[in-house]
């Protein structure tokens, strides 16, 4: 090819008797947007961490300007111009930005580091492609969206010319990917060349030139992005055509949990005010907002991990004062955490041990755990729920990121909970496993269980929800039937525009 | 006895002080806590047992004594850096010179004095054969920590609390999420850690070598530190890593008694040279490290 920077031939790598890829070729142009499309699982990440040399390919090889890249070797891959922006970033939250920015890329042998010249490039770059940040701010400090454009100015800082970006909003607000997809396109413009990994048809329609698209393992399509469509590409990407399910109407039965007045603080900080909200069996109550405006205080409240100011919180009819962790596990309570990796699941251990873990005393006679129990149980959720990538015995950091948040919803709803806090559920999914996520809540639903679906996603909360709330700035909106509303008011309500007294009081 | 029988004999005994306190750094450690204070926690229980023996309190009175004062001291251990959130180094640190210190105050006027060791007890069958026999007459603390070690191994692959420390090690905050307090569990495994401490320097002070020296602990809770990392907190590995440095230490007085030619500063030193490069070798593997490396271990926990 002529004016490729970027070449991929034939490669091909797997893990045991997983082919995760499967003789994959791309090339990219010089200042395009490609973006690489696939479910969860289809071995997005292997690819790129190949080309980046974290793993060597089985076989197949990487071109940069017609040379080929030793295998295995991201040193050379950084020389190469090759930037990586990682799922989960690579930062030191001790640092500050300047210094994450330079480590790793002065001499050892140099006595004193060149910080001014370093503070006066990354300045440069960062007024150059609209990255803006404090240098001098502490790494831990800043918010996610933040680090991430760090992230992206320390591949810039060691001039790189390709940019690859592993699902850059999974863990952005909208807002926030927006804007990044902006600072994408100019950076495009000046001639960079950029990798992005995403399953949202939206923003790959929005941001990319071209999409190819790997499924199971194999490039299964590429597309111009003024030649296809969303419902083309989902359908590439899943192989069949799907589509979200719709909650149908039903009858909800007695309150589950009613929550009145309830402040919280923490740290000093009042991070939810006075909130009121009641939650029927067999319904979906949906809370949206901003991600940031005390979501997540709320779910930590309700699966009793922190401590109420005042109010009162009544569980099926009786009043608990605080609830407790082991309070809400045998209230009933199943938990979908919003931060998969760091409350959901124990990367290192094994995917049955996850599965157990919270509850240790149905699977463990006399302190031994009963393993084999314990295997089958975790084969179940495997199978119900339609993990993959895994074994009982595989250690749950391998799994992909949207199988990983399968088998945590797995673990929670095969017991049946009687109420299920499920916040940001299907956040980083695909569209077939979003569907599937969102047939299981309406399942729940159906079995009668309690929903409490927090999320920031519109078109989710109106199309599961039975009623909504809004969340602002730690206040909790009276709730309104899902199917009064459309999404010019929950946009307002979003704002925190809601007027207290003029609402329409719904049945309870 | 030739130097390899010798070195038989002698092996397991060598191995437990390293062993047991190797144990008790090794649940410390999985449940994501670091205390570098194991050599003071040791030379704190080592006074403590020689001085109930000594008095004629006998040694099972010792082991309990240094068990309980050694764990006292962790737990202090415990307070300052669980409980307030201080620097685990630092905190190990200075909880281990304060252990030497209590040990030598104590200790001070004991020096050179002497105490009556514990009897060997010979495995029917098994010590009578020939060579290897010589592995099955020992103390019955040597037996006793072998089965330690056994019940370490099935607590952390087979038992609920193994399960549930591991979690907390790997990921406090989602221990702490499905109901567990990260705090009570950390307390637990730090003041099993002391009293494990405890009984090692109660096992070199009054059995071992049942004479009173001050310092008489010699490094031997800075080697089983090591013994964990190398081990890569494997319990198994541990056990092969002490056996190990039992048997190096015994090389060098078994190379004295052949009448070698060498400066005794070399031959004690040796043992040290050889173990850590052989340990090194060991793991070099740097995945084994990695994959086995508690992924919380030192920090604080916050929720
Ligand atoms: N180091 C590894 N060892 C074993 N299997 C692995 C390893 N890394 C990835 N896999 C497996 O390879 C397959 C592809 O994984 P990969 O992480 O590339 O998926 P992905 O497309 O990035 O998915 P997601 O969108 O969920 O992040 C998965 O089945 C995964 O379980
Ligand atoms: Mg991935």
Redesign the interface.
């Known amino acids: 090819m002529t004016n490729a920077v970027l070449d991929i031939s034939g490669v091909s790598k797997r893990f045991g008797d997983n082919l995760a890829n499967d003789n994959i070729s791309l090339s990219l142009g010089r200042g395009e947007i490609v973006a690489l499309l696939g479910e969860n699982g289809a071995g997005k990440t292997t690819l790129m961490s190949i080309l980046f040399g974290h793993y060597v390919p089985d076989s197949g090889k990487v071109l940069i300007d017609g040379q080929e890249l030793p295998p295995g070797k991201p040193r050379s891959a950084i020389r190469a111009g090759i930037g990586m922006v990682h799922q989960h970033f690579s930062l030191a939250a001790n640092l500050t930005v300047l210094e994450n920015v330079m480590a790793g890329t002065e001499s050892l042998w140099r006595l004193r580091s060149d910080t001014d010249a370093a503070r006066q490039k990354l300045e440069d770059i960062s007024t150059r492609f609209g990255l803006i940040v404090d240098p001098d701010a502490r790494l831990g400090d800043l918010s996610v969206g933040e680090q991430q454009r760090v992230e992206i100015l320390k591949a810039l800082y060691n001039d790189a010319r390709i940019l690859v970006l592993d699902e850059p909003t999974a863990v952005l607000t909208n807002l926030e990917a927006e804007r990044l997809f902006r600072t994408l396109k100019d950076m495009a413009r000046e001639g960079l060349s950029l990798i992005f990994i995403s399953h949202k048809l939206d923003e790959v329609m929005a941001a990319a030139d071209r999409i190819i698209v790997l499924r199971g393992g194999r490039k299964v399509a590429e597309r111009p992005a003024k030649e296809t469509n969303k419902a083309e590409l989902a359908e590439l990407m899943i192989g069949r055509k799907v589509a979200r399910p719709v909650r149908e109407p039903s009858t909800p039965g007695e309150v589950a949990l009613k929550v009145t007045g309830v402040s919280v603080s923490i740290d000093g900080v009042e991070r939810l005010k006075s909130i009121d909200l009641s939650l029927r069996a067999g319904e979906i109550l949906g809370i949206i907002g901003v991600s940031g405006n005390g979501q997540a205080t709320l779910a930590h409240l309700l ?4 401590r109420r100011d005042k109010g009162d919180i009544v569980l099926f009819g009786e009043p608990v004062g605080d609830l ?3 309070g ?2 045998q209230a009933g309570i199943g ?1 979908i ?1 919003e931060d998969r990796n ?8 094994a995917i049955w ?1 996850n599965a ?3 509850r ?1 005393p149905r699977f ?1 006679r006399h ?3 009963d ?1 084999s129990a314990g295997q089958a149980f975790a084969r179940k959720i495997i199978d119900a729920f339609d993990v993959r990538g895994g074994r009982p015995a595989t250690r749950t950091r391998l799994l992909s990121g949207g199988n990983m948040q399968k088998l945590i919803l797995g673990r929670n709803l095969i017991d049946r909970p009687r109420i299920l806090l499920a916040a940001q559920p299907a956040r980083g999914l695909d569209e077939g496993a979003v569907a599937a996520v969102h047939e299981r809540l309406l399942q729940a639903r159906r079995d009668g269980t309690a929903v409490l679906l927090v999320s920031e996603d519109l078109e989710e909360v109106m199309a599961l929800a039975d009623r909504i709330q809004a969340i602002v700035n730690g206040r909790l909106s009276p709730a309104v039937a899902a199917d009064k509303v459309n999404a010019t008011k929950l946009g307002l309500m979003m704002a925190g525009e809601w007027n207290e007294e003029h609402e329409i009081s719904h049945a309870l | 006895m030739n130097a390899l029988e010798f070195i038989l004999a002698g092996m397991l005994a060598a191995a437990t002080p390293f062993l047991l306190a190797a144990l008790g750094e090794l649940v410390v450690e999985r449940a994501g806590v670091l205390n570098l204070g194991v050599e003071g926690l040791m030379a704190f229980g080592a006074v403590l047992a020689f001085i109930v023996v000594y008095h004629g309190g006998g040694h099972l009175l010792s082991f309990v004594a240094a068990g309980l004062g050694s764990a006292v001291l962790s737990l202090v251990f415990a307070l300052v850096a669980l409980g307030f959130r201080a620097n685990q180094v630092a905190t190990g640190l200075a909880i281990g010179i304060l252990g030497q210190g209590l040990s030598a105050l104590f200790g001070k006027t004991y020096e050179s004095l002497t105490v009556k060791g514990l009897p060997k007890l010979a495995l029917p069958w098994l010590s009578e054969i020939p060579l290897a026999g010589r592995l099955f007459t020992q103390d019955i603390v040597v037996w006793l920590s072998l089965a330690a070690t056994l019940a370490i191994w099935v607590m952390f692959a ?7 420390v ?2 907390t090690g ?2 406090p ?7 567990y307090s990260v705090t009570a569990i950390r307390f637990a495994a730090v003041a099993f850690g002391g009293t494990m401490a405890g009984f090692a320097g109660a096992y070199a002070a009054v059995v071992y070598t049942p004479l009173w020296a001050d310092g008489m602990i010699a490094g031997r809770g800075w080697i089983a530190i090591a013994l964990v990392v190398f081990g890569t907190w494997l319990t198994g590995r541990i056990f092969l890593g002490a056996c190990l440095f039992g048997a190096v230490s015994l090389m060098g007085l078994a190379a004295q008694a052949t009448g070698l030619d060498v400066p005794s500063q070399v031959l004690a030193s040796l043992p040290y040279l050889v173990t850590i490069i052989v340990l090194g070798i060991i793991s070099a593997d740097r995945r084994l490290l990695k994959l086995n490396g508690i ?1 919380s271990l030192g920090e604080p926990f916050e ?1």
């Open positions: 699966s009793g991990t922190v407790s962790v082991e809400a596990v938990r955490p760091n409350e959901g699941a124990i990367g290192e251990m041990e157990v873990l919270e240790l463990s302190g031994l755990v393993r | 087979y038992t609920k609390v193994g399960l549930v591991r979690a790997e990921n905050k989602a221990a702490h999420a499905i109901g992924a929720r």
